[in-house]
C-alpha cells in the first residue's frame, strides 16, 4: 500500500510538478491551497505533510503547530517548504519534523519523504 502524502501550498503550478513527481515516486497524494483545511483532519490521515509557510488564509507556522499539537496528528511529519531564509529557525519554532528551502532539488525532496516514511 502506497504511503499518503499531503501537499499544502497556495501555488497550483507547485502543487500540479510535486504532485506528479510524487505519484511517479511511487506515492498517494493528496493536495490543498488551502492551509485550514489542515486542522480539520480527523480520518484518512496522511503520512506525511508538506507545507508551505506562506498561504492564503492560515499561515503554515500556525497550521504545523497545530498539527504538532493535536494527539491525533501529532506523529504525522511534517516538512515545511519556503523559501524564506529563516526557515530553519522557523522549522523549529513551530514544531516541524524537517523543512526544504524553495527552489529545491526533487531528488532532495525525495530523499527527505523517504527518510521519514521508512
Given at each position: 500500500?502506497?504511503?499518503?502524502i499531503l501537499?499544502a ?5 507547485i ?11 511511487g ?13 480539520d483532519m480527523?480520518?484518512?490521515?496522511p ?20 498539527i504538532k499539537?493535536n ?6 511529519p511534517?516538512?515545511?517548504v519556503s523559501a524564506?531564509?529563516d526557515?530553519?529557525?522557523i522549522?523549529?519554532?513551530c514544531?516541524?519534523?524537517?523543512y ?7 531528488d532532495?525532496?525525495l ?7 521508512n
Amino acid at each position: 500500500m502506497a504511503n499518503k502524502i499531503l501537499i499544502a501550498d497556495d501555488d497550483p503550478a507547485i502543487l500540479d510538478v510535486v504532485t506528479i513527481i510524487l505519484e511517479d515516486a511511487g506515492y498517494e497524494v493528496n493536495s490543498t491551497e488551502k492551509g485550514e483545511e489542515l486542522l480539520d483532519m480527523k480520518e484518512n490521515l496522511p503520512d506525511l505533510i508538506l507545507l508551505d509557510i506562506w498561504m492564503l488564509g492560515k499561515d503554515g507556522r500556525d497550521v504545523c503547530r497545530n498539527i504538532k499539537n493535536n494527539p491525533a496528528t501529532q506523529n504525522i511529519p511534517v516538512l515545511l517548504v519556503s523559501a524564506n531564509r529563516d526557515i530553519k529557525k522557523i522549522a523549529k519554532e513551530c514544531l516541524a519534523d524537517s523543512y526544504l528551502a524553495k527552489p529545491f532539488e526533487m531528488d532532495d525532496l525525495l530523499a527527505i519523504i523517504k527518510k521519514y516514511l521508512n
